[in-house]
């Protein structure tokens, strides 16, 4: 568990460019001493020097001489606060003069709405700025990093109301005085000089102090421990001691989560501006909810997203603007959201349609959904943080310019518009001097229900740059096959922000990961080393003057280096080619049956299977060893057969597999098995796997009852999809499953469904199943509402089970575990089922069953047993495989 986590959330750290002037050395040792340096000097050493001097000069004189560099950023903040309110004047008076009577248009009347909350946001931050000057610990890091997001926070608000301007073209007459380069500029000098000052804070005063991890080390540290019990307990006594309940049937104090949450801030005053909760039951909640910046620490929980559901359908094309158009929109610090699914229904048509917009600063969002296709997700300003959610979209559908890190997500990319490409991120920093970005952590990036079967027919990227100084990092996280091996896309096909923008990716996975064909931007880097990730160290010229500072934590221990793993797949030449092509082999069968005449037995055969479904079962026999298949891709190459106990084909579970393996040493990679025979049928078996050291990459699995049948041997699964109802990983092999996906869909009957069925019978044998780094969740394409899960039952009298590291999704009922109608009540004693370190809203433990072969482990000496190097001896045989595993926790 130690490993998995990272010192720092590592996009929020801030990196200082070189300044336009070398004074700025001699600056920084002015620090504490008096100083007969004039004005003019002290802004030669900022971004815009020339907009500085008019500004000082006119506001203070032309002989004035800041003592020191503090003096200096209390002068240049107070100055773009002086113009920030005559905007905000003039963005007031026109607004009072919009009426129905005059001539402009719904555009316009809107963009000026937008900008005139946007310059109020910029008006208060600039305050809360010069207030945090005045505090009894002005220079501390924190201080220092607070300013610096504050102050970006007011720039990254003049530049949305100029690109509101842009999206919509406006005319600049209309909004002129409010995106006006004058503000921004003066802006831009205040965040270069508290970064000076910053910077030379942090080279003073470095020390080598750590702090030992802890596996509750899950949220930055700025969340206290009891927003953490509100976000991962379990509590079904919420209704007992919500301040306020929103229902759809009446049974709450509201009706409608807007006027619960306009009622919170008298409820917050009443509770000396503690924090407010609000439960919102289950049900679909349509209209548009906006939290102002007056209202903090305010906290939503709803019932699971898919179950509480805020919806809303406003768009570009519907007449609104990219900022108005959210469903949900957040400025008030301090916002925690759990378990509910943000939606904007407007569809990949109508252009720009946001789910969620949040400007709120340190805030959370904890096992929710935002669903949407262009926009998706506004991380429109300030520090937030997202683990364990789900993102939908098509077009730039992260994008913003706040400090994010996105942790334990998944990314769903969504089917487009014919002729458009996807693009997951647009990152919107500005302004060199930002600390600001978009940290993707330990995440999924995946093609969603409705693209996987069309994925080849649409172009996927990890992100572009909105803005010059874009920044976005992707960090040990799993990238799928449908993404682009250049990784990283132009912004309309030009060479903009190429040299200024920093792209990164470090220890990720998935067929989508490889670096080798990625683009050679100067901006873009293939992060090598932990010391790295964790500090996110920009080593090039444009940033060797300054270091790196890192604030928004999780906690404050470094990357730890990778673990022992294998390159990046590559599979080897094939032997034989199944396919519709001229001279290829029509059938699997008739390939394989070829491989037993012909091959050269000492060296290893690999079949290639083009894309296409392939309707056949298929049985690799034991007497054909060391066999390679490899596809085109998950939902490219797809063997399909339709077998079952209870309908076609009849016969025992064993003989109802798809595909069966025999030998010892196959491997496989980027294909489907799949058996079609529905939920109604019984036991229908996609793959059996009987053979030793079996080696499955990039595979999905797809059934219903009894997918996957890991019968015996050891067996290693990396990266694969296992979709099923009841009992669908089942068996009596030693088989572990690595950053996989297991889909739960709903059951025939109502029934419930259970994950594990392990068959192991007697307490010597070195037999069990082991779930690692995984999720566990429902298939997006299933309606799980109502269905209850389980992590497994026992097939045998000692069967094992152990998950660790797995993100468990709210289906799963408390208890965790179930019983097997018939068995003898001695089994909960014999079993062995065991959790360690796993998050989501599934995996508390409190409530877990009581039997005696329940266990909870506690410390990475207890999980170790069941990593890949001890439990399948993997560091043994997988490196010959070439495909790449985590050997310990």
Same mark, same amino acid.
């Given at each position: ?8 959330? /590592? ?20 620090? #504490? ?25 006119? =506001? ?42 005059? +001539?402009? %248009? ?17 008006v208060l931050q600039l305050n809360r700025t010069l207030e945090s000057f005045r505090s009894d610990s002005p220079s501390t890091l924190r201080a220092y990093s607070d300013t ?15 690109? %509101? ?71 079904? +006594? ?6 306020? /309940? ?38 679909v909640y349509k209209e548009n909810v906006v939290i102002s910046s007056s209202m903090s620490r305010i906290t939503l929980i709803g019932d699971g997203y898919n179950e509480t559901? /805020? ?38 048509? =109508? ?32 520090? #937030? ?100 091996? #250049?990784?990283?896309? =132009? ?17 990720? +996975? ?19 080393? +932990? ?56 059938? /699997? ?90 939920? %109604? ?53 030693k088989a572990v499953f690595q950053d996989c996906n297991i889909y739960a869909r709903k059951p025939g009957n109502d029934g419930a469904v259970v994950i594990t069925a392990s ?25 799980? =509402? ?35 109608? %018939? ?67």
């Amino acid at each position: 568990m130690f490993r998995s986590l990272l010192t720092c959330l /590592i996009i929020s750290s801030l990196s200082f460019p070189a300044a336009p002037s070398d004074n700025i050395n001699e600056a920084a040792a002015a620090l #504490q001493g008096g100083d007969d340096r004039d004005i003019y000097w002290w802004c030669s050493t900022t971004t815009h020097p020339e907009t500085c001097s008019h500004h000082m000069t006119g =506001r203070f004189g032309r002989n004035f001489k800041p003592r020191c560099r503090f003096k200096f950023r209390d002068m240049a903040v107070r100055v773009a606060l002086e113009r920030a309110l005559e905007t905000q004047q003039t963005a007031a008076t026109i607004l009072d003069d919009v009426r129905p009577d005059h +001539s402009i %248009g719904r555009f316009d009347n809107m963009v000026q709405m937008d900008c005139h909350k946007l310059i109020e946001n910029t008006v208060l931050q600039l305050n809360r700025t010069l207030e945090s000057f005045r505090s009894d610990s002005p220079s501390t890091l924190r201080a220092y990093s607070d300013t610096q997001t504050w102050l970006s926070t007011a720039l990254t608000n003049i530049e949305t109301c100029r690109s %509101g301007c842009a999206e919509v073209n406006v005319s600049y007459d209309v909004v002129g005085p409010i995106v006006s380069p004058n503000i921004s500029e003066l802006i831009s000098n205040s965040l270069a000089v508290n970064g000076a000052l910053m910077d030379e804070h942090r080279q003073s005063s470095i020390t080598t102090t750590t702090t030992t991890p802890t596996i509750g080390d899950k949220f930055p540290s700025w969340v206290t421990p009891g927003g953490r019990r509100l976000l991962q307990s379990s509590m079904p +006594s919420l209704e007992s001691w919500a301040d306020s /309940i929103v229902s759809k049937n009446g049974t709450g104090h509201f009706r409608s989560v807007q006027d619960a949450i306009d009622h919170s801030t008298t409820a917050s005053k009443r509770k000396g501006n503690r924090r407010v909760v609000i439960y919102i039951k289950k049900g679909v909640y349509k209209e548009n909810v906006v939290i102002s910046s007056s209202m903090s620490r305010i906290t939503l929980i709803g019932d699971g997203y898919n179950e509480t559901i /805020i919806t809303g359908e406003r768009s570009v094309g519907g007449n609104y603007t990219t900022y108005s158009s959210a469903t949900f929109g957040v400025d008030g610090p301090q916002f925690m959201a759990r378990g509910i699914t943000f939606q904007n229904t407007a569809g990949p048509q =109508r252009g720009q349609a946001v789910a969620l917009r949040s400007a709120s600063d340190l805030s959370v969002f904890y096992e929710c959904s935002f669903e949407g296709y262009q926009d998706t997700l506004f991380v429109l300003a300030q520090r #937030q943080f997202y683990k364990s959610c789900q993102i939908y979209g098509t077009v730039d559908f992260v994008f913003g310019n706040a400090a994010v890190v996105l942790q334990d997500c998944t990314f769903y990319v969504r089917k487009p518009l014919w002729g458009q490409i996807n693009v997951v991120t647009a990152q919107g920093r500005a302004d060199p001097y930002q600390n600001t970005g978009i940290s993707i952590h330990n995440c999924r990036i995946t093609a969603g229900p409705n693209l996987r079967p069309v994925a080849r027919s649409y172009q996927t990227y990890l992100g572009r740059p909105w803005q010059r100084h874009s920044r976005t990092v992707v960090l040990k996280s799993y990238i799928d096959d449908h993404v682009n091996p #250049q990784g990283w896309l =132009r912004w309309r096909n030009s060479d903009f922000a190429l040299t200024t923008l920093y792209y990164g990716e470090y220890m990720n +996975s998935g067929p989508g990961a490889t670096t080798a064909l990625r683009v050679k931007w100067p901006g873009y880097h293939v992060i090598t080393e +932990s010391e790295v990730a964790s500090n996110f160290t920009v080593k090039n010229k444009m940033h060797a003057k300054f270091g790196v500072f890192l604030f928004l934590t999780v906690s404050l221990f470094t990357i730890p280096p990778p673990p022992q793993v294998a390159a990046d797949y590559v599979p080897p030449p094939a032997n034989l080619v199944v396919g519709s092509g001229p001279g290829n082999i029509r059938t /699997i069968t008739e390939a394989i049956a070829i491989a037993a005449q012909t091959r050269d037995w000492r060296q290893r055969f690999v079949i290639k299977i083009m894309a296409g479904v392939y309707n056949e079962n298929v049985v690799i026999d034991s007497f054909l060893p060391d066999l390679t298949v490899v596809g085109e891709g998950k939902g490219v190459t797809i063997i399909t057969g339709q077998r079952s106990v209870y309908g076609f084909g009849g016969g025992s579970t064993f003989h109802t597999a798809t595909f069966g393996v025999d030998a010892n040493g196959f491997i496989a990679s980027g294909i489907t098995f799949r058996n079609t025979a529905g939920p %109604g049928n019984g036991q229908a078996v996609a793959l059996r796997v009987s053979g030793d050291r079996a080696v499955f990459y990039e595979c999905s699995i797809e059934g219903y009852q009894d997918t996957l049948y890991v019968y015996e041997g050891r067996q290693f699964y990396k990266n694969c999809d296992i979709y099923g109802t009841v009992d669908f990983i089942f068996g009596n092999a030693k088989a572990v499953f690595q950053d996989c996906n297991i889909y739960a869909r709903k059951p025939g009957n109502d029934g419930a469904v259970v994950i594990t069925a392990s068959k192991r019978e007697g307490p010597t044998e070195e037999t069990g199943i082991v779930i690692h780094s995984s999720r566990v969740m429902p298939d997006p394409a299933s309606n799980l =509402r109502g269905t209850v899960g389980y992590l497994g039952r026992p097939w045998g009298v000692y069967s094992r089970a152990v998950f660790m590291e797995t993100v468990i999704d709210s289906f799963i009922d408390p208890s965790g575990w179930t019983w097997w109608d %018939g068995k003898e009540p001695s089994f909960q004693s014999t079993v062995y089922y065991a959790e360690y370190g796993n998050t989501g809203p599934g995996s508390g433990t409190a409530r877990r069953v009581k039997w005696g072969g329940v266990h909870q482990l506690m410390t990475p000496a207890e999980a170790m047993p069941f990593t890949v190097s001890v439990f399948i001896d993997g560091n043994s045989w997988l490196p010959s495989s070439s495909v790449p595993y985590k050997s310990g926790l």
